[in-house]
């Protein structure tokens, strides 16, 4: 599969709301070369463990921030183009004060194999949370007492960790996760909360995603973190839509000790009506990709559905909640 590549020249400032535009459109995923943002990481204590960083990511420091996004040369593609342009058109309107640079893109069509490689030089490894390391499958970490290593290649799906979202996650599961306990993960990407939730002790983990490059991705990462195959299942479509789907998955969903979604607000929404029915009696609903605007709504719309909340976080406009089933 070829895939278009839009590139979009902002400032700083403008990341976080194109970010959530993307999320919004349904596209996966995205990739920021952000100055300010690679000064401090260089500057972090983090930045000690990185063996090199790209020569080319240094040049220029003064540089507009460069926002990539991918988008597959199809139907559903143009589909979320058209849904990204549109938004995009409206911030730039907004943008009274000149906050967003000239806020530009343009568009490229790009091979599979260019894509796979473009995104590499921007993926470190890095902590988050007490125990968990993320690391690209081409990076090397000293492991040191008591770490997980969770190695990922996201491929076309992303799903690295490095968004505030999933590092969210990442540092409620590793809170919540219990020996032996059943995961469902809507929305697996690249199968990264899969993959933390089993290293962190889960039993098994039941991955859905609409994406069919995804539902392969996660399985590459499952393998390459020596997951056994009889802890995890994985299924394409979309539960909100896929009668066959909600079939199938039957009662291995209806015994899930914890439901995982970092998704985005209005595909949560969507899904509420089915949480209750995937849980056991007291069990977590651990969901993320929701932006300050959105917060209450899902909020109330969670709490209404039988839900009470246990514990939340927040990083960036972004936010995170851990519910417990109570009806």
């Known amino acids: 599969m070829d895939w278009i590549e839009i590139k979009i020249e902002t400032g700083s400032e403008a990341v976080e709301p194109i970010t959530g535009l993307v999320l919004m459109a349904g596209i996966p995923g995205l990739v920021v070369d952000d100055p300010k943002d690679l000064k401090n990481y260089l500057e972090s204590p983090q930045a000690a463990r990185w063996d090199y960083v790209e020569d080319s990511l240094l040049e220029n420091p003064d540089r507009l921030t460069v926002i990539r996004v991918y988008i597959a040369d199809n139907e559903q593609g143009r589909r979320q183009w058209t849904a990204l342009s549109s938004d995009l058109a409206a911030l730039k ?41 993320i690391k690209p499958t081409w990076e090397s970490w000293e492991q040191e ?17 490095q968004h505030h979202t999933t590092r969210l996650c990442l540092e409620l599961l590793e809170k919540q996760v219990k020996p032996d306990m059943k995961v469902l993960d809507l929305g697996c990407g690249s199968g990264i909360l899969m993959i933390a939730a089993l290293l962190l002790g889960a039993g098994q983990a039941i991955g859905v995603d609409v994406e069919e490059n995804a539902v392969r991705t996660a399985k590459e990462n499952l393998e390459q973190n020596r997951i056994s195959p009889d802890k995890y299942a994985l299924h394409c479509g979309d539960l909100t839509a896929d009668q066959e789907l909600l079939e199938r998955l039957g009662g291995k969903a209806q015994a899930a000790d914890m439901i995982t979604a970092n998704i985005v607000a209005d595909v949560i929404l969507a899904m509420t009506p089915y949480f209750t029915g995937f849980l056991k009696p007291l069990g977590k609903l651990l969901v993320s990709g929701i932006i300050d605007e959105r917060r209450q709504e899902v909020l109330s719309e969670v709490e209404q559905a039988g839900f009470a909340l ?7 406009e972004w936010n995170a909640f851990v519910f417990e089933k109570i009806k």
């Open 93 to 133: 309107a907004d943008d009274q004060e000149g906050l967003y640079g000239e806020l530009s893109w343009s568009l490229t069509n790009v091979k599979e194999e260019d894509w796979a490689n473009n995104w590499k030089a921007y993926f470190k490894p890095f902590a988050v949370g007490r125990r968990l390391v």
């Open 145 to 161: 007492e008591g770490q997980i290593i969770l190695e990922i290649d996201p491929g076309s799906s992303f799903g690295t960790g």
């Open 310 to 316: 246990l514990e939340s976080g927040s990083s960036g």
